[in-house]
T-cell receptor, first 114, second 111 residues
């Protein structure tokens, strides 16, 4: 058990809809990362937060947004969903986000867009 | 954009055989991490290498970071069925952010 909790585990929704994925980091970790994993693209970095502030941005679409709240949990909002957004979405946390900080991953949210 | 190429993509071997997985890039990384992922779960960190030329051993697994910090390898000795899984290398940017993952190597060890 990594200590990172993601909810929900599975989500099935229709194209055009909006969903929110939730992540509770490991106790004491200040940094939260979001990744998207699909069969053809592998594990793609979306965005990183550190203590409530955005630290780094990856291949995150404009239709997607995220935030980290004062209690350090994070949410990833996906809107105007398309079939191609179907994927596993992982949240990870680390103590500081500094060089060499190990990432602890949750078990992911499987999103299916129909 | 920093890209990491992993090879091979798939590896199916018999129990007891040795294998090596490679992770290459044209970019320099401040650190290189190796993860293992099993179906239905998130990746789990195996090791982090930080210094060029560094070698780390974890039981039957040996990890090496290239001198120029652009490549890494994972060597497994006497593979066992429990080693089956997806192995991912990940390179860390200059400021410790934006961990970039390779596409992964699917390893299957048959008994």
């Amino acid at each position: 058990d990594s200590g990172v909790t993601q909810t929900p585990k599975h989500l099935i929704t229709a194209t055009g809809q909006r969903v929110t994925l939730r992540c509770s980091p490991r106790s004491g970790d200040l940094s939260v990362y979001w990744y998207q994993q699909s069969l053809d693209q592998g594990l793609q970095f979306l965005i990183q937060y550190y203590n409530g502030e955005e630290r780094a941005k990856g291949n995150i679409l404009e239709r997607f947004s995220a935030q980290q709240f004062p209690d350090l949990h994070s949410e990833l909002n996906l809107s105007s969903l398309e079939l191609g957004d179907s994927a596993l979405y992982f949240c990870a946390s680390s103590l500081s986000g500094g060089i060499g900080s190990p990432l602890h991953f949750g078990n992911g949210t499987r999103l299916t867009v129909t | 954009t920093q890209l990491l190429e992993q090879s091979p993509q798939f590896l199916s071997i018999q129990e007891g055989e040795n294998l090596t997985v490679y992770c290459n890039s044209s970019s320099v990384f401040s650190s290189l991490q190796w993860y293992r992922q099993e179906p239905g779960e998130g990746p789990v960190l195996l090791v982090t290498v930080v210094t060029g030329g560094e070698v780390k051993k974890l039981k039957r697994l040996t990890f090496q970071f290239g001198d120029a910090r652009k490549d890494s390898s994972l060597h497994i000795t006497a593979a066992q069925p429990g080693d089956t899984g997806l192995y991912l290398c990940a390179g860390e940017g200059e400021y410790g952010n934006k961990l970039v993952f390779g596409a992964g190597t699917i390893l299957r060890v048959k008994s």
